[in-house]
């Protein structure tokens, strides 16, 4: 079996590259970062199986952040067989840096020029073949989104070759050569070619985990200096601008570039990121898909669940006494999985899928980072924010790509409050249904003040400022149905093989302890929570099944009241109030131990114990102005 691994620059396409060959097992995300550990697929390339993985988007290999750290240390662990290096052929200048670093590697490479289509668009049209002879190496045309040049790409990969390295000015090239073949003395070569960690040692860059340079201190040292002496530069802005150099002399080798008229697509966008209108139009746009999953989920709901509680009250007519209770309960699981949950996930996934393959969700980020700005965060802060309504789990998961520790702390905080697609079905199915769909979408309007409001806080009590983003915005592209509908069945899958039988089990064990008379003790405990809301009694249980799963905290509240028809026996403010701390109170399980795993134990609980407090302390002040309800 061969190892081949795609490396490129974020928003390259490589992730879909990775998904074209291995099948569906990636989701392609237009955000940097998403791909923070590696993903591995199987695929036959020219007859034999290969494994194919997915590095991390990296801009270099140059260990700056964690995602270029991770890609460079596989690269360099003697398990990769072939490199295909996924360029953006639109922005092939500067995508061209990444190959050049790679070409110092040593390793058999094939290079893919993705997004052909949309360099052609911007009137850039690149000669492969001339590519291909300057650098040594297969080069191949695609369009991967659409399965262009796929077919070329895997026959080019048995084909692949070692790449001639690149060829830098005189002074440097003999200040690399002397540290080369001094390193070569000092350390095996098939830790890391010598030139590589020549580079590495005369940007005065730390070496990779396990190599010692140190014998070549000194020698890196005087070169150091002679370089500032020569240049009046620091040596790793000289090789980075020599590198730049050649890339943009590589560029115009191979490509010719033509006038490119203002397309429809720069008119959009001149709308969509307006500094002014972008706004207006992101609400119109939220609101679309928040009535969209409304309308679609009530009529769901309204053709699932009845037959689906008719069902369950024959069982319990028909299995009298404890064991009839039990296996009740675990059947109102079951329905309400189908019944409650699925009529408004579903829907809910599929637009995010449908926002993430157009490329809106990036422009949602570029403009949310002046709000950012306001509560002492930047930049890549929005990745997390985002991602964290689709899941919390991979939002926090997302913060790593941060550098700052101050930056985490506070990033994971808040974006744990963000209305998952778990909570957005309590939002739904409750509040939407019973109350009024206005009033479910001003909680989200709610969540993003209260969040405000606490990041703004947090940077009084952790002062400081990240890094400015630096985001890449992708082309607009036409939605994929079976792009969408693999996103979602990937996405829902979670639900089905996690979440269900959670939520089956969990809603036996209910009835169970209600039937043994445990309910009324656990409901006394948690007075402190449901008396000062407002709340009936018998809602304690359901908030502590929440942190299982937070649909479960829905569909207990449907068990311990007796009844799925909540507007019988809860006001609308009641309902109000209750969606709201779920909303905010402590996060799932997984998303606990995801805190717990990235933010150490002592800060996962400060965490867990402030979403508690601001749970509390916004339930207090909704109940106080929803007295109308």
Same mark, same amino acid.
């Given at each position: 079996m061969i190892r081949i691994a795609l490396v490129g620059q974020p928003n390259s396409g490589k992730s879909t590259l990775f998904n074209a060959i291995a099948g569906y097992?990636?989701?392609?995300?237009?955000?940097?970062?998403?791909t923070v550990e590696l993903l591995r697929g199987r695929a036959l390339v020219g007859g034999r199986p290969a494994e194919v993985v997915d590095l991390p988007g990296t801009y270099s290999l140059r260990a700056g952040d964690p995602a270029e750290e991770v890609a460079r240390d596989f690269l360099l662990s003697g398990e990769v067989d072939v490199v295909v290096d996924v360029v953006d052929a639109s922005l092939l200048g500067r995508s061209l840096e990444l190959t050049l670093e790679l070409c110092e590697l040593g390793l058999p490479m094939v290079v893919c020029l993705n997004m052909m289509d949309e360099a052609r668009r911007k009137g850039i049209y690149i000669d492969p073949e001339r590519l291909e002879g300057i650098l040594g190496v297969p080069v191949v045309g695609t369009v991967a989104v659409r399965g262009v040049g796929l077919g070329d790409l895997l026959a080019a990969i048995p084909r692949a070759r070692v790449p001639t390295p690149p060829r830098y000015s005189a002074d440097v090239e003999r200040h690399l050569a002397a540290l080369a073949e001094r390193i070569a003395e000092a350390v095996p070569a098939e830790r890391a070619p010598a030139r590589y960690l020549a580079g590495l040692a005369l940007s005065?860059?730390?070496?990779?985990?396990?190599?010692? /340079?140190?014998?070549?201190?000194?020698?890196?040292?005087?070169?150091?200096?002679?370089?500032?002496?020569?240049?009046?530069?620091?040596?790793? /802005?000289? /090789?980075?601008?020599?590198?730049?150099?050649?890339? /943009?002399?590589l560029f115009e080798a191979v490509a010719r570039v033509a006038h490119a008229e203002r397309s429809l697509r720069d008119r959009i966008d001149s709308l969509l990121m307006h500094r002014v209108l972008g706004y207006p139009i992101l609400f119109l746009v939220l609101l679309g898909l928040f009535f969209g999953v409304f309308k679609i989920g009530g009529i769901l709901e309204g053709y699932l669940l009845p037959p689906l509680e008719d069902l369950t009250s024959w069982v319990e007519g028909a299995v009298p006494g404890p064991i009839g209770a039990v296996l009740s309960g675990a059947l109102q699981g079951l329905w309400a999985g189908i019944g409650i949950v699925l009529p408004y996930l579903l829907p809910f996934l599929f637009f995010l899928a449908l926002l993430e393959d157009v490329g809106y969700l990036p422009r949602i980020g570029f403009l949310l980072d002046g709000l950012m700005h306001r509560i002492g965060l930047h930049g890549k802060s929005v990745i997390p924010f985002l991602l964290g309504y689709g899941c919390s789990v991979p939002a926090v998961l997302a913060t790593r790509i941060l550098e700052d520790e101050r930056d985490r702390l506070v990033t994971a905080a808040l974006a744990v409050m963000i209305p998952c697609a778990a909570r957005t079905v309590v939002i739904f199915g409750l509040v939407g249904r019973y109350v009024g769909p206005w009033i479910a979408f001003s909680l989200y309007l709610l969540n993003i003040i209260v969040i405000a409001a606490a990041g703004t806080l947090l940077r009084r009590f952790l002062p400081g400022m990240g890094p400015g983003l630096i985001m890449e915005i992708p082309p607009y592209r036409p939605p994929s149905l079976r792009t969408m509908s693999l996103k979602v069945w990937l996405r829902l899958r979670g639900f089905i093989t996690v979440a269900w039988p959670t939520l089956i089990a969990a809603s036996a064990f209910f009835s169970l302890i209600e039937v043994l008379g445990w309910t009324g003790f656990l409901n006394t405990l948690l007075l402190p929570v449901t008396w000062p809301l407002g709340l009936p009694a018998a809602v304690g249980v359901p908030l502590v099944f929440g942190i299982l799963r937070k649909e479960l905290s829905l569909i207990m509240l449907g068990q311990a009241l007796g009844t799925v028809d909540f507007g019988a026996v809860l006001s609308g403010a009641a309902m109000v109030v209750f969606t709201v701390f779920v909303i905010f109170y402590v996060p799932c399980l997984a998303t606990v131990a995801a805190l717990w795993r990235e933010l150490g134990r002592r800060r996962t609980l400060l965490v867990v114990a402030g979403t508690v407090g601001v749970a509390m302390l916004v339930g207090l002040l909704v109940r106080l102005t929803t007295w109308a309800f």
């Open positions: 097992r990636a989701v392609a995300s237009n955000f940097p970062g998403t005065g860059e730390p070496p990779p985990a396990g190599i010692d /340079l140190s014998p070549v201190e000194a020698d890196a040292e005087r070169a150091r200096r002679e370089i500032r002496r020569d240049r009046g530069e620091d040596p790793a /802005l000289v /090789l980075a601008a020599e590198r730049h150099a050649l890339a /943009l002399r």
